[in-house]
């Protein structure tokens, strides 16, 4: 899950999460590792779309002020 950040632990909102597989044999060690992986795929998705957002708004608010 990647999400904002806020003064509660991990209370932002969610921004996009993915699924990882548990296998009947996962160690703690490993699924961390797993984790670790689809973080790291998923967290410049995010970065993507949300500077694309704002990106977009920020050219709204400046078309709407330019009338």
């Given at each position: 899950?990647?999400?904002?950040?806020?003064?509660?632990?991990?209370?932002?909102?969610?921004?996009?999460q993915?699924?990882?597989?548990?296998?009947?044999?996962?160690?703690?060690?490993?699924?961390?590792?797993?984790?670790?992986?689809?973080?790291?795929?998923?967290y410049?998705?995010?970065?993507?779309?949300?500077?694309?957002?704002?990106?977009?708004?920020?050219?709204?608010?400046?078309?709407?002020?330019?009338?």
């Amino acid at each position: 899950i990647s999400h904002l950040a806020t003064a509660e632990l991990d209370g932002g909102q969610v921004l996009a999460q993915t699924k990882v597989l548990i296998e009947k044999n996962e160690t703690v060690d490993s699924l961390k590792a797993k984790v670790l992986i689809q973080e790291h795929v998923l967290y410049p998705k995010v970065l993507l779309n949300f500077s694309n957002h704002l990106r977009k708004s920020l050219e709204a608010e400046i078309a709407s002020d330019a009338f």
